[in-house]
């Protein structure tokens, strides 16, 4: 095994992010958010990019179809990256920046629900510029539609955790394992958020 990848340090990272998740606050925090969203019949919107756009699709799916209870409502739930035609529109005609803002547009209210996944969290930057911006424009909307924000991201928490009505930060700092951890914690956490949020709707009364 070469020394660059060590498979200790690599589940010693996930063992002490797990731990950290133990008593936390935003983590229960999502999951009152969202089961208030369910209760008001509002639309829960997913975004991500890269490997963030597959836990966007994966949480939407799991939100649509796995917190189903016989003789309960359903979430409304929707994943603004799976339109790949329109994903593709948008892009080509007006830029990256505005595939999630430009979707939005004409659905999002006051009782919906924008989550958003992201490593950094609209932090840093590469060859194309600022990360993530698609996801910060996408958010500017929500506060000006008076939607709620929730944000999955990881290091610092970049501009979701400052935008975000709460914010589930997977606490890593390391550079070699800091997007895998992050990525892959993500769904852990959002795995919970499903059950917790069917043994709610389960036990409502609505």
Same mark, same amino acid.
């Given at each position: 095994? *070469?020394?660059? =990848?060590?498979?200790?340090?690599? =589940?010693?990272?996930?063992?002490? +992010?797990?731990?950290? %998740? ?20 509002? !639309?829960? =919107? ?5 490997? /963030?756009?597959?836990?966007? !699709? ?5 939100? $649509? ?5 016989? @003789? ?6 929707? #994943? ?7 994903? /593709? ?19 999002? !209210? ?7 996944? /992201?490593?950094?969290?609209? @932090?840093?930057?590469?060859? #194309? ?17 008076? $939607?709620?924000?929730?944000? =999955?991201?990881? %290091?610092? @928490? ?14 890593? +700092?390391?550079?070699?394992?800091? !997007? *895998? ?10 795995? #919970?958020?499903?059950f917790a949020l069917k043994d709610l709707i389960k036990n409502s009364? /609505?």
């Amino acid at each position: 095994m *070469p020394e660059t =990848f060590k498979l200790s340090h690599y =589940f010693d990272q996930i063992t002490r +992010t797990t731990n950290e %998740f133990t008593k936390s606050k935003e983590l229960q925090e999502v999951i009152d958010l969202l089961y208030q969203t369910w209760e008001t019949g509002g !639309t829960v =919107f997913v975004m991500g990019c890269g490997g /963030s756009a597959s836990t966007a !699709t994966h949480f939407a799916a799991d939100l $649509a179809k796995t917190t189903n209870v016989e @003789g309960k409502r359903r979430f409304k739930a929707m #994943a603004l990256v799976d339109n790949i035609p329109l994903v /593709s529109a948008w892009t080509n005609d007006n830029g990256w920046g505005t595939v999630f803002r430009e979707q939005l547009e004409p659905w999002l !209210t006051p009782g919906d629900v924008l989550v958003g996944f /992201s490593v950094h969290g609209g @932090g840093g930057s590469g060859e #194309a510029g600022p990360w993530s911006q698609n996801l910060v424009a996408a958010m500017e909307l929500a506060q000006e539609r008076k $939607a709620k924000i929730i944000g =999955f991201s990881g %290091f610092d @928490g970049g501009a979701m955790k400052k935008m975000a009505d709460t914010c589930i930060v997977v606490p890593i +700092t390391d550079t070699t394992y800091g !997007t *895998p951890v992050v990525e892959g914690y993500h769904c852990v956490l959002t795995h #919970a958020i499903i059950f917790a949020l069917k043994d709610l709707i389960k036990n409502s009364k /609505s």
